[in-house]
């Protein structure tokens, strides 16, 4: 973020401020998460600082953060990582998703005015077509842009409004696990009613895409650890279930479900441990979204039952602002909800992470910021 405000910026602040009547939103710092090195080195910790109020310049907007979500793939990975060299943590924000509301506007401004809900896009800097370098590169979390702080100053093309029906909490964990999935299922997989859609587990990516499959009209068949996850499930619009630790062979119990045909879509998610046997349930023509490595990078393609197949396979990078508003469209037309697991408070912000990495949930886990 640039480290100048300007002074039109810094008043429309106050103005705003002032008019929201809120006595603590005019204090002159916030509370924000950083990482910070662990004692012993080996990873980050998540410390939370006061830090001067951010203001926004010409072109952007001041967002009073309501509710920020977690991914475990990338915000506990990257607490996870060892300090030091190109690339250190120190100072980032954490968490790529986060929702609230437009406090104040840069003189620039166009896109939206104080009041507005908004929620920020993955990578503020891919905004429509073909992933870019450059796009790829500007993805929030660990760094100035992320979510995990009181306020945020973002760039007003990073942004979009969400659907009327969403709470914060549900608006906020849409960014990654929302966008990937609506892009794997109808961007990339073209999904039709009555397809049978195959979800591995019920982490953040999969149950989206049970919730999406199912809006569709086509018939979602998810895997779990879990039979209580699993009952869940069913009463979310899962048209098949299958235990996969109870069941090794669960690809065959998938494609039985079927009838025999296989699945059309597959959001493949667990990577090593999965997706040899997700191209043993796919029907002739199906598609595979790449997306995950729950189980570690699964080095090989198996290309003979992928021939077998004709598959296609897409490589997911969740999405481009436009496929964010795509999707927004078709959560707003079918009023769907995202399934939260879990919200914490701000000062329980830590075991958020705690709970992502070590613990058992279903769906997203929240942390809830005002
Ligand atoms: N490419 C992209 O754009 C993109 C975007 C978002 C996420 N990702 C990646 O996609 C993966 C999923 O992300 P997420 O946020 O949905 O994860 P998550 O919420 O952490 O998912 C955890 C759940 O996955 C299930 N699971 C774990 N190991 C499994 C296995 N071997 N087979 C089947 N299910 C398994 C478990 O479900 P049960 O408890 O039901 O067993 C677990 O509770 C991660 O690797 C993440 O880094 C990629």
Do not use: C
Not at 102 to 123: C, E, N, P
């Amino acid at each position: 973020m640039p480290a100048h405000r300007s002074a039109a910026g810094f008043a429309a602040l106050l103005l705003a401020l002032a008019a929201s009547g809120d006595a603590t939103a005019q204090t002159a710092t916030i509370r924000q998460y950083q990482f910070a090195p662990r004692a012993d080195g080996a990873a980050y910790e998540v410390v939370l600082k006061q830090v001067p109020r951010p203001s926004p310049t010409a072109h952007e907007v001041l967002v009073r953060i309501h509710a920020t979500s977690i991914n475990g793939g990338y915000d506990v990975e990257m607490r996870d990582r060892k300090p030091g060299g190109p690339g250190d943590l120190t100072g980032g924000i954490p968490f790529a998703d986060g929702a609230g509301e437009v406090v104040a506007l840069g003189t620039g401004v166009t896109r939206f005015k104080v009041g507005d809900r908004v929620v920020g896009i993955f990578m503020p800097r891919w905004i429509d077509g073909d992933r870019t370098a450059e796009g790829l590169s500007s993805s929030r979390g660990g760094n100035a842009g992320g979510m995990l702080s009181e306020f945020v100053v973002a760039d007003e093309q990073s942004l979009v409004t969400f659907p009327k029906h969403l709470s914060y909490e549900e608006a906020a964990t849409l960014p990654t696990s929302g966008v990937t999935a609506w892009v794997g299922l109808f961007k990339y997989g073209h999904v039709n009613t009555g397809d049978y859609v195959l979800l591995e587990g019920t982490g953040g990516v999969s149950t989206f895409g049970l919730v999406f499959a199912a809006a569709a009209g086509a018939k979602p068949i998810i895997t779990s650890s879990s039979d209580a996850k699993l009952e869940r499930a069913r009463k979310l619009g899962a048209f098949g279930t299958v235990n996969y630790r109870a069941d090794a062979d669960w690809q065959k119990a998938v494609r039985a479900l079927t009838g025999g045909t296989g699945v059309k879509q597959v959001l493949e998610v667990g990577g090593r441990g999965t997706l040899a046997k997700a191209f043993e349930a796919l029907a002739f023509d199906g598609h595979v979204a790449l997306i995950g490595t729950l189980s570690g990078f699964a080095e090989q393609l198996p290309t003979g039952p992928l021939f077998q197949a004709g598959a296609h396979l897409t490589a997911v990078y969740v999405g481009s602002r436009a496929d964010f508003e795509a999707m927004n469209a078709f959560i707003a037309q079918h009023e769907i909800h995202p399934v939260i697991d879990r919200v914490f408070a701000f000062e329980q912000a830590p075991a958020a992470f705690e709970l992502m990495a070590h613990g058992d949930y279903m769906g997203k886990i929240v942390v809830r910021v005002r």
